[in-house]
């Protein structure tokens, strides 16, 4: 930038630069998406290809952007996960945010016709973001249990509530007096009886929600000088729905953790 009488103006920016040698978690959230789902028609209570362009997008933010070392979504939210040591845009939050928000976005709207097929994009999506710090790795994993334990609440209610508007003819306010009071245990059990629904037989990733991270996985391929085919070990980002609360994955996965 050219020096001028004009650069004083620079001063009014204030700095927000993220604290040094802490875990950094970007999460990113759909904005009016109950409007947006309904508008574009999302099956209740969940919509597989919303699922999965969401799982896709976050993908493709994973890819993007190496510092990030495990992602958890559900539903219209997705946290990213940047280790203690990254030093992406000299950790300014507004840059990290703005960054993955952004090309999350992107990324749904390119993506759209790919799950959608020809149902056609009627508006524009938005996602908002914010950054937040964690000092230690006990803080991260109570966050990222939180936001899995937050996956299973709001699908118990939801699968509950739809069933009962859907399948049962009640109106939502029916609904949500029916509803109003309940624990899990009354949720399964109505479930299970009025409907049929052994919740636990649902898909896991309504129940658990998604968690992308880099794996050890086999890969064939053929060995050029014989023709012969050879399996080598390689580290992948994978997509799945599975248990992070418990210490089984940790143990697993030490490597997230000690990045």
């Known amino acids: 930038m050219a020096n001028s009488k004009y650069e004083y103006v620079k001063g009014f ?3 927000d630069t993220l604290l040094p040698n802490v875990w950094i978690v970007v999460r990113i959230d759909g904005r ?3 409007k947006f789902t309904t508008k574009h028609e999302y099956s209740k209570p969940n919509d597989d290809r919303g699922l999965n362009l969401m ?9 993007e952007f190496p510092d990030i070392v495990i992602a958890f979504g559900e539903s219209d939210e997705y946290s990213f996960v940047l280790k ?8 300014r939050a507004s840059k990290i945010s703005s960054s ?10 390119f993506r759209w016709k790919e799950y959608f097929g020809e149902y056609q994009l009627k508006y524009p999506p938005t996602f908002d973001s914010r950054a937040v710090c964690y000092p230690t790795n006990e803080n991260l994993r109570d966050y990222l249990s939180w936001r899995q334990a937050d996956t ?3 699908n118990l209610y939801n699968t509950c509530y739809w069933a009962l508007v859907l399948k049962d003819n009640k109106t939502p306010v029916e609904a949500e007096n029916e509803l109003r009071g309940t624990f899990s245990d009354n949720k399964n059990e109505l479930l299970f009886t009025k409907f049929n629904i052994n919740y636990n037989s649902l898909p896991a990733v309504y129940r658990k929600g998604s968690v992308i991270y880099r794996k050890m996985v086999q890969e064939e391929s053929i060995d050029s000088r014989n023709n012969q085919p050879i399996v080598k070990s390689k580290k992948r ?3 799945e729905h599975i248990d992070i609360i418990s210490d089984q994955f940790w143990k697993e996965n030490q490597d997230i953790l000690n990045k």
């Open 13 to 15: 920016e204030l700095p």
């Open 32 to 34: 009016s998406f109950h």
């Open 55 to 63: 799982n896709r997008c976050a993908l493709e933010v994973f890819k």
């Open 84 to 91: 203690r040591s990254c030093n992406l845009f000299e950790r």
């Open 100 to 109: 993955i928000v952004s090309y999350f976005t992107s990324q749904f709207v």
């Open 152 to 154: 299973h609440i709001n």
């Open 237 to 239: 980002a994978v997509v």
